[in-house]
């Protein structure tokens, strides 16, 4: 088919779209989350309480102005643009035209976005509606659902259980695998990722490669409960009860047992609404900079502020160890480097459980916390006794970066630290500067100075026997 004849078969399907989308328009103009205010159905004072509270606050100065309407109906003309080109795209796609994926993929982001303005009731309603209409294929269907289950941190109480289930209840495995393979797919087109990258890409590859085996496998889930609270539903004289959940029930699940201790953390330092608990403790090392900061003096000091904790809260964290058949998977969220699973409790089997050391928390959280590094400013240890370190300066207003051989460095830094660990008054910003500048390495070409790739870490850790020593040398952090 040359190039003319393609362009007419193009234009007689979107003819065939929109004659098949137009008696659909009313509804979808309704169905708008702005439509209560864009009608003028619904007070500005009413519509705004259909705002999540986070959105809500951030506004707030503007409310009864007499200019968040305006916003608020051109919002509405754009929803309405935005979610008729999303089915016309997605029946597009279904007729063999695949040049427009990423225009149903803004179309779809757009939604997600404004939708995700909003309270948990409002969200619920949408996408209850929109689902009950069938116009979107199953995987963006299931996209739109557990985004705004992810991006939601209002879903305590009975409208978030609603939202909970309408958005992993009959989830189908294909749809799962073939969400994955789309993610996978995108991940790989990144030719140079930083660690968080790499780290996303592999942890997707890994939950897919369980879900086409076939074979049940285990997945872990981190929390706390209260000192004579019980993990398990039932002893084993009580049959099926035993392998059933009690406390710390949830839909979160991971098969990295490093993120499940990380929630174990989050449990015994954040309070349910997120904002931080008022338990917390200096620690020797808080004198030192970045630059001087081992990764063993963060354990350190996690260690004790999570030993801390959990004796002020009067709590045990769990790390318990399920087990789970494929089919029973109901979501992935792979994008924030978590290798996060959702599944309802009721699919899973409760293999065994352990009281968390404080050690063993500190450790994973450090370890989880090294899977989500962009960029140097996600770094928050940059000193080690062997390979090769890193210190950071502000000059003229701009920060810089040195690499330089920890054996060149180690001697004089370290009588720094100590100074610093003792308590001395020490100008460490010029001496290290200095001391770093007289050693500076360049990097290989092939390794960007800036940004945390797998490459670079192997870099820094292997000490490579030829090392192109430049004095001075020093690079400038992203304005």
């Given at each position: 088919?040359?190039?003319?004849?393609?362009?007419?078969?193009?234009?007689?399907?979107?003819?065939?779209?929109?004659?098949?989308?137009?008696?659909?328009?009313?509804?979808?103009?309704?169905?708008?989350?702005?439509?209560?205010?864009?009608?003028?159905?619904?007070?500005?004072?009413?519509?705004?309480?259909?705002?999540?509270?986070?959105?809500?606050?951030?506004?707030?100065?503007?409310?009864?102005?007499?200019?968040?309407?305006?916003?608020?109906?051109?919002?509405?003309?754009?929803?309405?643009?935005?979610?008729?080109?999303?089915?016309?795209?997605?029946?597009?796609?279904?007729?063999?035209?695949?040049?427009?994926?990423?225009?149903?993929?803004?179309?779809?982001?757009?939604?997600?976005?404004?939708?995700?303005?909003?309270?948990?009731?409002?969200?619920?309603?949408?996408?209850?509606?929109?689902?009950?209409?069938?116009?979107?294929?199953?995987?963006?269907?299931?996209?739109l659902k557990h985004t705004n289950y992810?991006?939601?941190?209002?879903?305590?109480?009975?409208?978030?259980?609603?939202?909970?289930k309408l958005c992993f209840e009959n989830?189908?495995?294909?749809?799962?695998?073939?969400?994955?393979?789309?993610?996978?797919?995108?991940?790989?087109?990144?030719?140079?990722?930083?660690?968080?990258?790499?780290?996303?890409?592999?942890?997707?590859?890994?939950?897919?490669?369980?879900?086409?085996?076939?074979?049940?496998?285990?997945?872990?889930?981190?929390?706390?409960?209260?000192?004579?609270?019980?993990?398990?539903?039932?002893?084993?004289?009580?049959?099926?009860?035993?392998?059933?959940?009690?406390?710390?029930?949830?839909?979160?699940?991971?098969?990295?047992?490093?993120?499940?201790?990380?929630?174990?953390?989050?449990?015994?330092?954040?309070?349910?609404?997120?904002?931080?608990?008022?338990?917390?403790?200096?620690?020797?090392?808080?004198?030192?900079?970045?630059?001087?900061?081992?990764?063993?003096?963060?354990?350190?000091?996690?260690?004790?502020?999570?030993?801390?904790?959990?004796?002020?809260?009067?709590?045990?964290?769990?790390?318990?160890?399920?087990?789970?058949?494929?089919?029973?998977?109901?979501?992935?969220?792979?994008?924030?480097?978590?290798?996060?699973?959702?599944?309802?409790?009721?699919?899973?089997?409760?293999?065994?459980?352990?009281?968390?050391?404080?050690?063993?928390?500190?450790?994973?959280?450090?370890?989880?916390?090294?899977?989500?590094?962009?960029?140097?400013?996600?770094?928050?240890?940059?000193?080690?006794?062997?390979?090769?370190?890193?210190?950071?300066?502000?000059?003229?207003?701009?920060?810089?970066?040195?690499?330089?051989?920890?054996?060149?460095?180690?001697?004089?830094?370290?009588?720094?630290?100590?100074?610093?660990?003792?308590?001395?008054?020490?100008?460490?910003?010029?001496?290290?500067?200095?001391?770093?500048?007289?050693?500076?390495?360049?990097?290989?070409?092939?390794?960007?100075?800036?940004?945390?790739?797998?490459?670079?870490?192997?870099?820094?850790?292997?000490?490579?026997?030829?090392?192109?020593?430049?004095?001075?040398?020093?690079?400038?952090?992203?304005?």
């Open positions: 088919m040359n190039r003319k004849q393609l362009q007419k078969l193009k234009k007689s399907i979107y003819e065939k779209i929109n004659i098949e989308v137009l008696p659909l328009e009313d509804s979808l103009i309704k169905l708008s989350p702005f439509y209560p205010i864009a009608s003028g159905s619904e007070a500005e004072g009413d519509f705004f309480k259909r705002f999540n509270t986070l959105f809500a606050n951030s506004i707030q100065k503007y409310k009864n102005k007499g200019v968040l309407k305006d916003f608020w109906i051109k919002d509405h003309k754009q929803y309405v643009n935005y979610i008729i080109t999303l089915i016309k795209t997605e029946r597009a796609i279904e007729y063999g035209i695949d040049d427009i994926e990423g225009r149903r993929n803004e179309a779809l982001e757009y939604i997600n976005r404004k939708l995700c303005c909003f309270n948990t009731e409002v969200r619920y309603e949408f996408l209850k509606e929109l689902q009950q209409m069938e116009l979107l294929t199953k995987i963006s269907m299931t996209r992810y991006q939601n941190e209002e879903l305590k109480g009975e409208a978030g259980l609603k939202l909970s989830v189908e495995y294909g749809t799962i695998v073939d969400m994955l393979d789309e993610d996978i797919e995108k991940f790989s087109k990144v030719s140079d990722p930083t660690i968080k990258e790499h780290f996303t890409r592999t942890d997707a590859e890994k939950i897919r490669e369980l879900l086409i085996a076939g074979k049940p496998f285990y997945v872990y889930r981190g929390f706390v409960v209260d000192e004579n609270e019980y993990v398990r539903a039932g002893k084993k004289v009580d049959g099926d009860d035993y392998y059933k959940q009690n406390a710390g029930i949830g839909i979160s699940y991971s098969i990295d047992r490093d993120v499940a201790l990380y929630f174990c953390y989050y449990g015994l330092s954040f309070n349910e609404d997120g904002t931080d608990n008022e338990y917390t403790k200096s620690h020797i090392t808080d004198r030192l900079p970045d630059s001087l900061t081992t990764r063993q003096d963060r354990i350190d000091k996690d260690r004790d502020l999570i030993s801390m904790r959990r004796n002020a809260l009067k709590k045990k964290p769990i790390l318990c160890k399920f087990l789970v058949e494929p089919e029973q998977i109901a979501g992935t969220h792979t994008k924030r480097s978590e290798a996060e699973l959702n599944i309802l409790p009721e699919d899973l089997k409760v293999i065994d459980y352990k009281i968390a050391t404080s050690i063993e928390i500190a450790e994973a959280l450090n370890n989880y916390t090294t899977k989500s590094w962009d960029d140097l400013n996600d770094v928050p240890y940059l000193y080690r006794a062997n390979g090769v370190v890193i210190t950071a300066f502000i000059e003229n207003g701009r920060k810089y970066y040195v690499y330089a051989d920890a054996d060149d460095v180690n001697e004089k830094a370290n009588a720094i630290r100590n100074k610093m660990l003792n308590g001395e008054i020490v100008d460490w910003h010029t001496e290290m500067k200095n001391i770093y500048l007289d050693n500076a390495l360049q990097l290989p070409k092939d390794i960007e100075p800036l940004k945390t790739t797998p490459r670079w870490l192997e870099w820094l850790m292997r000490k490579p026997e030829r090392m192109l020593r430049s004095k001075g040398q020093k690079y400038l952090a992203a304005n």
